[in-house]
Each structure stands twice: as C-alpha cells, then as structure tokens.
C-alpha cells in the first residue's frame, strides 16, 4: 500500500483508533493520545509495515495495543505507582455516550466492565465496539482464536452475573 492511500486509511481509521487506544490505556486520554501518535509514527517511519496478512485495521489496533503495552513499561520503570494509578481510574467512557455526567446505567455498565480482566475488556470491546469478529479480536490482541473466545465468552458470563446481581440489589 502506498504511502498516501495508508494515511487515508488511518485518517479514516481515526475515530475508531482513539477509542481502543482510549480502552488499551484504561480511559487516559492523555496516554492514548501520546500512544496513537507514536503508534502514526512507528508507520509512517516504517518500524511498522503493513503486509496484508490480516485487515489494516486489524494490524493497526494490534500496533495500537503493543505501543500501549510499551508506553506502561516505560511509565512503570519511572514510577512504580504509575500502573497502579492506571488500574484504579474510574474515567472510562462507554464508547457511543456524550453525556459528561453518566448515567446510573452506565456507571454500573462501567463498574461491570472494569472487573474483567483486561484480556475479556479488551475483546469485548473490540467485538461490541469496534465491530470486529472474534477472529480479528485474536488477531489485534495475537491470542489464539479459542483463547479469545474463552475470554469473550466469560466475559460476557460475569458480565451478565455482575449486572443481574446490581440490579437485583438495587430493586431490595
């Protein structure tokens, strides 16, 4: 693909992008801000080369997630309580919602999410928010298709668990 048709796609791809870096740097704007742009960078200098193995955007959300994965490396070894600031914010948006004060039901949808694992969040997210198949899922986060299905699975599982249990605390 030649240079100009990739920053199209990537151009077009950016909304899209934001989002799952957004998700891969547990709601940090700022971090998924500088994440997408070194993720540009690694691509258009060619560190990165698209071979048409897989969808562009497939392999661009699996750069998105290796350069996220880096960036709290680098981040961890200058701070140690930098993961653990990481872990513990509450900001994720539900993807879809404009609202600056969320709902009750997105809170909880929120709250829900945020105790799965990472691996479960981040197919979830790729599955019912970026729209890809579980295939690609795999692909993006380099799992086996039958680990990303388990994590899909069981993610949908507690889930559904967590929520039924909120609700039904909420109705006593």
């Not at 981040?122 to 994590?151: D, K, N, P, W």
Request: positive net charge; contains cysteine; hydrophobic residues 35%.
């Amino acid at each position: 693909m030649d240079r100009k048709k990739l920053e199209e796609a990537l151009e077009k791809l950016h909304p899209q992008s934001f989002t799952w870096a957004l998700r891969c740097c547990r709601g940090d704007r700022e971090s998924a801000a500088d994440v997408l742009q070194n993720t540009y960078l690694k691509i258009l200098e060619g560190k990165a080369r698209y071979q048409g193995q897989s969808g562009l955007k497939t392999w661009l959300f699996s750069i998105i997630r290796f350069t996220a994965i880096d960036h709290y490396r680098v981040q961890s070894r200058r701070s140690p309580h930098a993961l653990e600031a990481e872990e513990q914010l509450l900001q994720i948006s539900v993807p879809g919602t404009t609202s600056m004060e969320p709902s009750d039901q997105q809170l909880l949808l929120i709250r829900a999410l945020n105790q799965l694992s990472v691996q479960q969040q981040q197919v979830l997210h790729l599955v019912f928010y970026q729209e890809c198949t579980i295939e690609e899922a795999a692909e993006v986060m380099r799992i086996s298709l039958g680990t990303a299905r388990t994590h899909y699975e069981r993610g949908k599982r507690h889930l559904r668990e967590r929520l039924t249990a909120e609700i039904q605390h909420k109705k006593r």
